[in-house]
């Protein structure tokens, strides 16, 4: 749904003035969500996630960084078919960065031959702009995918690619890719101009639902939005409280988000679960990108994108606590920062997939690059 307001900076008061065009009723209107791709097995999603450009930006370096990455994944698999962007792309930041940012990725996208998906973040509404011009720029770029219509569905970034046969919506869709907006800290309308964290909403978990039906309730899928939702915490509390053997891999040294609290909790999960969802992908918390499965679903957050803001500092030398557990999950015995990119393989159309973590370190005497296999 989209929200048309001033500036963030504005009064308070100020904020929140909405469209007067009546917004279509997405029960009506599955169709307008869907953007469809061919799929092939060895499909290749790259997650690159709060990649946070600002005002504070060196976009000249900041490219350099993630040119390294997107080449280095060019290099590991055959082809990067899809980006997902699991937001924070930008904060407080103005057209300049946004106008850069899809510049740079136009360019990549022409150059790799892969399709980018972007999905709103907490504070891509925080910036010089207004927030419908910014969704009307990744909708009129050419290798974008993004959808946003005028409806009565909670968010931004609510929209479905299914992966198909022939790579249109005639022919049986192999996979769903399943793009959410987890809400915002920031609220577009003028009833609560602020918040803490947001939640998928249960209207999201309906359209979901009915979007997976259409597809066909034997389609295996994956969603992705930016921030956890409660079933992260409980999954963490299963295993480091009540001793449950959940597979799980990677680093988790900060806390998922609000998502603890009654207020923000979804029913998206618990619900999907239960209609063949194989994983969910998110970002937000930047020292984490820790891994399980819970509920019968991969539930896990990418590998925060670039420097920017604040990342992870892994000391090999530590002997205990949650960094130490994540070590030994990946088996890595040097220094090395939490910054890179995760990487989902599709292996076939029964719902198989592999998944990857890339840690990439800029350094001076060469740089430091592992994969890490889930």
Not at 111 to 121: H, M, P
Not at 197 to 216: C, L, M, N, P, S
Not at 306 to 327: C, P, V
């Amino acid at each position: 749904m989209k929200f048309g307001h001033l500036l963030f900076l504005v009064p308070v008061a100020m904020v929140g003035l909405t469209s007067c065009q009546e917004a279509k009723d997405y029960r009506d209107h599955l169709d307008d969500y869907i953007h469809s791709m061919q799929y092939r097995d060895g499909f290749h999603i790259l997650q690159l996630t709060d990649i946070h450009w600002s005002y504070n930006t060196s976009t000249q370096s900041s490219k350099s960084y993630v040119a390294k990455v997107l080449a280095e994944a060019a290099r590991h698999v055959d082809k990067i078919d899809l980006v997902e962007i699991t937001g924070d792309l930008f904060m407080l930041a103005n057209t300049y960065h946004v106008n850069q940012f899809l510049d740079f990725f136009e360019e990549a996208a022409e150059q790799y031959g892969f399709k980018y998906a972007v999905i709103w973040g907490n504070h891509d509404h925080h910036g010089l702009y207004n927030p419908n011009w910014l969704s009307e720029r990744f909708s009129s770029a050419k290798n974008c995918i993004h959808i946003d219509p005028e409806d009565n569905l909670y968010g931004r970034s609510n929209f479905m690619i299914n992966l198909t046969g022939d790579g249109t919506k005639n022919s049986l869709v192999k996979w769903q890719i399943a793009n959410l907006d987890s809400g915002a800290s920031f609220s577009e309308s003028a009833v609560s101009p602020f918040r803490d964290y947001d939640f998928i909403r249960k209207d999201q978990t309906d359209w979901w639902v009915k979007e997976h039906a259409k597809a066909g309730e034997e389609v295996p899928g994956i969603a992705y939005y930016h921030i956890p939702q409660d079933e992260n915490l409980a999954a963490w509390n299963d295993i480091h409280e009540k001793g449950a053997t959940y597979k799980n891999k990677f680093f988790k040294l900060e806390g998922f988000g609000d998502n603890g609290s009654e207020q923000y909790a979804s029913d998206f999960l618990d619900v999907a679960s239960q209609h063949n969802l194989k994983a969910a992908f998110m970002g937000h918390a930047h020292n984490n990108d820790w891994t399980v499965e819970y509920l019968g679903v991969t539930i896990g957050l990418g590998v925060k994108t670039g420097a920017e803001l604040y990342f992870a500092h892994i000391d090999a030398s530590i002997t205990e606590g949650a960094m130490r557990e994540g070590l030994d999950s990946v088996g890595i015995n040097e220094n090395f920062d939490l910054i890179g990119a995760s990487l989902v393989t599709l292996n076939d159309a029964s719902g198989s997939f592999d998944l990857e973590h890339l840690y990439y370190n800029e350094r001076a005497n060469g740089d430091f690059i592992r994969w890490v296999r889930w």
